[in-house]
């Protein structure tokens, strides 16, 4: 091997990353002065890319392969043809590899309420959290909007910046989408496309994309669930006599459990076993040794009420094709007695199926049938 074979061997240099962190976004390429000797090789594998900067200007971008950095393959090398440093590399340069893979699993969630108008509770205030997925979608923007010059970029860095603007963009559109607070968790995933697509172009001037979101939970205040939570309980037991009984016989249950409750406890069974014993009184047939309860003195009754007067009937009459009415019965015993009211006049009245003759209805024909009795003898002399 001659002397110039040997000093080209001290030009050759490898380019490479492999990283074993998860976490790490971008990477610089460290070289003592930042020297790039000429003709190294460039190696970039999948899920990443290569961004190579010279004299602080972007100057080009290497996607997944193997590159030999030379002049005649990288137009920014043309003038750096300068061949008389010796063992130094004739052009300083960065590179900085980028992670282009999917950082997954990231968490978001609401730091404070979201205050909204549900259509059901009214104002109400809500708390979400979920999931997301992000990677680098354009390298040369990424670098530089976000990273600048530093030398290792994590996704700690600029994570706290992405919930900001996904907490942002959550509470306005869950504040004007319209959707109830109990239909929500149906449209988890429409409201997760919908949010993406929000936060997909901030996201994009940043030189990111964000190809996964989830909704996990959508939660009320603890107030608001307690009350939910008892009016759900109330429709579960139906009859409202029997929860009572159950609630009592819970509440009973954790006194006993609680020796600590002291007299406040033993005060509050107490009531509530008296009451039970009392409603459960009236189902024992025998005592406890079999013979039958001495019958217990029972409270005065009350007074009965009467019962309602019967509704009075009020009648129409249809004659020559008209209706007229209502009449109440006595005004009917006038007409009858007038002679506007006759045996086969038509009448209604509600509740009587279609139109019947005065004289077949029992409580009408009366009316036909009773006479005034006879004048009074004149008085004598008369």
Partial sequence: M???DFLSGQF???????????????????????????????????????????EGQLADVFTPGLYMLETNN??????????????????????YFVNTTRFNNLKWGTKNPIMLRDP???????????????????PARFLTEIVGTDGEFTMDEISYQIRNIIVQEFSRVIAGSGIPV???????????????????PVLDGYGLEMPEFYIENISLPPAVE??????????????????????????????????????MAAGLGAGMGMAM????????????????????????????????PPAEHVWHIAENGQTSGPFSKARMGRMAAEGALKRDSHVWTPGQDGWMRAEDVAELAQLFTILPPPPPPPPPGA
């Fill in 2 to 4: 001659g002397i110039f």
């Fill in 12 to 54: 050759i240099d490898v380019i490479h990353w492999v990283d074993d962190t998860r976490d790490t976004m971008v990477w610089r390429f460290e070289r003592e002065g930042h020297e790039i000797k000429y003709g190294a090789k460039l190696t970039v594998r999948e899920g990443q890319s290569a961004v190579f900067v010279h």
């Fill in 74 to 95: 990288m137009p920014v090398m043309t003038t750096l043809q300068h061949w008389d440093h010796g063992f130094k590399s004739p052009f300083k340069s960065e590179i």
């Fill in 120 to 138: 059901e509770f009214g104002p109400t205030r809500i708390r979400a959290y979920g999931t997301y997925t992000v990677r680098v979608k354009d």
């Fill in 182 to 200: 109990l239909d929500m968790a149906a449209n988890t995933a429409d409201l997760g496309k919908l949010i993406a697509a929000e936060v997909s």
């Fill in 226 to 263: 307690a009350a939910l939570d008892k009016r759900t309980s109330m429709g579960l037991a139906g009859d409202l006599g029997r929860f009572t009984q159950y609630s009592a016989a819970e509440a009973m249950t954790a006194a006993a459990r609680n020796p600590a409750g002291g007299g």
């Fill in 277 to 308: 014993a009392q409603n459960m009184a009236a189902g024992q047939a025998a005592g406890p040794w079999g013979a039958a309860p001495a019958p217990a003195a029972q409270p005065a009754a009350a007074p009965v009420a009467p019962p309602p």
